[in-house]
């Protein structure tokens, strides 16, 4: 065993030595924050080890055997804080925190998946595929950098102002309008906790105090994604089928997503005896330049938000609420949707235009007519030369001699746009709005409370079924995984990972036979009630249990569904969504370790009944196709039903 080897073994026993018989002493040791000296530092960390299983979870449908899912899984967080200047300053002047992770579901070793890459062949671009990182491997969740800015430019700042850099937690007010999921795990099933936010997004951060110690601001600004930082990235040819870019398809520069925002918080109560209040008014400016209604990079949006929230916490009342307003605007380009694609003719694969069809007759109707090849030429040019406008859908191109593969033989055809062919650009204007409240009567030693809440994100129809100008009143947040406060949701809310309404967003592709599988914050009002219990006893030992009652509506009703004849029927769905109970237990057998449960049931309401059988994917429309003569029983369509779902989830968490 050579040296090297060998000092990764002792480092390494040292370590989990370190965790798995974690003591006072240790801990003293590794907890350096002491104001005796300038460089202070902490490690600490959490281990959770937990079982999910969920019946009914995306269809609400007892018929489909495989929407049931079982797993277990771990989160591994260790973290380093340091600090600096506390001797020399009396206060912290530089502080440093960074958190690895490992996560991963045990048996299904794919921890994430690398950048979706399409693939091109001749003149056809085929379906983007992705790989899996089959291995448990660690990152970097949080990673920023805090500066004092007076202390660090030696200024005589009459208060406290601080500069962060990194990847860091950042939300404004109930992190609705802006929460912190950039990047998220995908089995969510259970309750939401902070620990499923894999990796926060990076940005910088100006906070202070105005008036100290009552009135505070935060500026905040992070990127998204960035398609400036190569040349393979502003030299991409993604924009060839827009309006007047044909003959320059290059992305270009500065196409950044990114969004800044802004909030003061103002403390005008901070006596223990009359309770904690504040209030904080926000703002947020995002910018996509990027957006997919048809095909990426078809549409851009600029998105505005303004809100008010505010929280007040008393001996006896606790309550607060959220309120914010969308402005902006979705920009949808001028779209060619004609695409060289492959199609089986004759049993040859041929390469042919996806909206150019040819007729051996001019007035041959439209069962007669044929995708048209794509043929490298003069046939081609006059294909790509066509005015590109709404107004030549349907129109004849050119008569032209079509060469037929194999033979020097030719036909005299007739070349037409597709009735579908252009998509003329239109602008969709943000008008959403969203209120959330809630309030608690409670105990003095906190051991005891109830709480009520009501919730809207106001909704609407899919702006994107028709080319032309519109208002989307629909709200829309910003990676948003809101899931209650006082009110806890185990089932519908929380973003990711939770039932799967069927409605649509502006950033869909277009509605059609299929519902859109939507989980956030939005179309949606609800009431509910909790009761939140705690136990105490010696020894660091607590019991903690929290019942949950909620019900649900749309917001904006969407489609009843005709199962009979695969469509859209002309009426709307009822708007009650269902009821949902769930219950939250929480044992601390020592303080440092918490073994907990969560169970939850969604019983569906009329709103699925009128929708029941309706597909969320070309798979299940196959199901449809069982139809016959003598009729059809709604039970046995494995697509959207109206049967209760459950959830459970049960597991540990160790905190050091």
């Known amino acids: 065993m050579n040296v090297l080897n060998f000092k990764k073994i002792v480092f390494g026993s040292l370590f989990l030595t370190t965790l798995f018989f974690y003591n006072a002493d240790i801990k003293a040791k590794l907890r350096g924050f002491a104001y005796d000296a300038d460089c202070s530092y902490e490690l600490s960390g959490i281990l959770k080890e937990e079982m999910f299983y969920g019946k009914n979870i995306s269809l609400l449908n007892d018929f489909n055997d495989f929407d049931r899912i079982l797993y277990w899984r771990h989160i591994f967080d260790v973290s380093l804080d340091i600090i600096y200047g506390a001797k020399t300053y009396g206060h912290k002047a530089i502080e440093f925190y960074g958190t690895f992770r490992n996560r991963g579901v045990w048996g299904n070793p794919k921890i994430a998946s690398t950048t979706s890459t399409p693939m091109k062949f001749s003149e056809t671009v085929f379906g983007a595929h992705e790989h899996a990182i089959p291995l448990h491997v660690i990152w970097l969740r949080e990673l920023w950098t805090q500066l004092d800015i007076g202390d660090v430019l030696h200024l005589a700042l009459p208060t406290r102002q601080t500069f962060t850099l990194g990847a860091f937690k950042f939300e404004l007010g109930r ?113 996509e330049p990027e957006q997919r209604v048809e095909a990426f990079g078809d549409a851009k949006t600029v998105l505005g938000t303004i809100g008010l929230a505010s929280e007040y916490e008393g001996e006896r009342f606790a309550g607060g609420f959220d309120w914010a307003v969308n402005l902006g605007f979705q920009d949808v380009k001028g779209w060619d949707r004609n695409t060289i694609q492959v199609n089986d003719i004759d049993g040859s694969l041929i390469e042919v235009n996806s909206h150019v069809v040819y007729k051996q007759h001019e007035n041959d109707p439209k069962k007669n007519e044929k995708k048209m090849p794509y043929i490298i030429g003069t046939i081609q040019n006059k294909i790509n030369n066509t005015t590109r406008s709404e107004a030549n859908n349907g129109k004849l191109i050119s008569q032209v001699e079509l060469p037929f593969y194999g033979s020097n033989v030719t036909e005299n055809v007739f070349m037409y746009n597709a009735k579908n062919r252009y998509r003329d650009p239109y602008v969709n204007k943000f008008d959403g709005w969203m209120f959330v409240a809630d309030a608690a009567l409670k105990t003095p030693d906190d051991s005891f409370q109830i709480a009520g809440t009501v919730g809207i994100a106001s909704g609407d129809e899919n702006p994107n079924t028709g080319n032309k100008d519109g208002v989307y009143s629909g709200f829309i947040g910003i990676q948003e995984i809101y899931w209650g406060k006082r009110v806890r949701s185990a089932f519908l809310l929380g973003g990711a990972g939770k039932l799967r309404r069927p409605l649509s967003l502006p950033v869909s592709k277009r509605q059609g036979r299929f519902a859109s599988s939507v989980s956030s914050f939005t179309n949606i009002r609800f009431v509910g009630m909790a009761i939140n219990k705690k136990k105490f006893w010696q020894d660091e030992r607590k019991l903690a249990f929290n019942p949950n009652l909620l019900f649900y509506w749309q917001d904006e009703p969407s489609p009843c569904f005709d199962i009979v004849s695969k469509k859209d029927a002309k009426g709307r769905a009822e708007q009650f969504l269902g009821t949902e109970l769930n219950f939250f237990l929480d044992y601390w057998a020592m303080k440092n370790f918490k073994m907990y449960f969560v169970a939850s049931v969604f019983i569906p309401g009329g709103h699925f009944d009128d929708i029941k059988g309706k597909p969320i994917s070309p798979a299940q429309v196959k199901a449809l196709d069982r139809l016959d003569r003598s009729g059809f029983n709604k039970e046995f369509v494995p697509n959207i039903s109206n049967d209760i779902a459950a959830t459970y989830n049960l597991g540990f968490e160790y905190v050091f």
């Open 175 to 287: 992190g609705i309008s802006l929460g912190s999921a950039y990047s998220v795990g995908h089995q969510l099933l259970g309750f939401y906790t902070e620990d499923i936010i894999d990796q926060y997004a990076f940005g910088g951060k100006f906070s202070g105090f105005i008036i100290d110690p009552v009135l505070t601001y935060d500026l905040y600004a992070a990127l998204l994604s960035n398609k400036s930082s190569n040349l393979g990235d502003t030299g991409e040819h993604i924009y060839g089928q827009e309006y007047g870019r044909l003959l320059s398809p290059e992305r270009g520069f500065g196409k950044i997503k990114f969004l800044v925002a802004g909030r003061v918080i103002w403390s005008p109560l901070t006596d223990r005896n009359c309770g904690k209040l504040n209030f904080e008014p926000y703002w947020l400016y995002f910018n």
